[in-house]
């Protein structure tokens, strides 16, 4: 079935200057404007859920009209504006074409998505914990999510119950991934990448950690902070030419 134009003004211009549809390059250019951090991926990733039907031509390449354009910036701007999951625009999207508007909810405040979340490198006390409720508080999410998040092994409680000093950040960009639709199981590989770069760092420090000198004990420590934060370095400048590489 064709999705019809939905509520909020779309991207300036139409799919082309006769009005024909577009390919996926083109209709990124054309919501640039306004969502400059979109990607071919995510177009993509909206597609697979079901958000946006473009045609197929006989080689199997997207074409996009006016009206998928449209819908493709009202999914983005109910992300962006309202924090909206997917489940929930999928509804919206749904009662727009029955002709009725659901009422959405006050914008969300901008907020630093790694608030609370300590540079690396910086000194925390081994001791630091952070117990259930206080952590679902800053966080600002309810028990159902974070017990999802525990499932898949994005974070992990201890004996006591209690969370590591790094799990209110770890909680709030889960949740903003979420508000793109990136759910927990799509983020099992982003968690297994980051323990496969702990054991690599850990490979390096554990001579120096089991020295009998205190001050190469330490050095240690400095290591795998220092190494931390260049996997990290790495990390980002491998996805960013990864997306350059979509793009293209």
């Known amino acids: ?5 939905t509520g909020g003004a779309g991207p300036s211009g139409t799919t ?3 009005g024909k549809p577009v390919s996926i390059g ?5 919501l640039r404007e306004e969502f400059p951090e979109v990607t071919i991926s995510k177009i993509r990733f909206l597609e697979a859920e079901g958000l946006v039907e473009p045609t197929r031509t006989p080689s199997g390449y997207r074409k996009f ?7 493709l910036a009202s999914v983005l701007r109910m992300q962006r504006d309202h924090y909206l999951p ?5 509804e919206h999207l749904e009662a727009q074409e029955r002709g009725e508007e659901l009422p959405l909810p006050a914008p969300a405040p901008s907020r630093d998505l ?5 540079e690396l490198g910086e000194e925390r006390p081994a001791s630091a914990r952070i117990g259930r409720a206080e952590l679902l508080a800053a966080a600002e999410v309810d028990e159902a999510e974070l017990a999802e998040w525990e499932s ?11 969370f590591g000093g790094e799990a209110v950040g770890i909680a709030r960009l889960v949740a903003d991934l979420g508000r793109f639709g990136l759910e927990p199981r799509h983020l099992r590989a982003v968690k ?11 490979q390096v420090v554990a001579p120096l950690r089991r020295h009998r000198n205190p001050q190469t004990r330490a050095h240690a420590e400095a290591t795998a902070r220092e190494l931390a934060t260049l996997s990290v370095r790495l990390h980002a400048a491998l996805v960013e030419s990864a997306l350059r590489a979509h793009l293209q």
Do not use: F
Not at 1 to 5: D, E, V
């Open 1 to 5: 079935m064709r999705h019809t134009p």
């Open 16 to 18: 082309s200057s006769d």
């Open 26 to 30: 083109a209709v990124l250019g054309l």
């Open 65 to 71: 009209t006016t009206a998928d354009v449209q819908r």
């Open 86 to 90: 997917l489940k929930v625009i999928r």
């Open 114 to 118: 790694v608030e609370g979340v300590p």
């Open 152 to 162: 898949y092994g994005l974070l992990a409680a201890d004996a006591g119950g209690s």
């Open 192 to 202: 297994a990448a980051a323990e496969r770069e702990a054991g690599l760092v850990e």
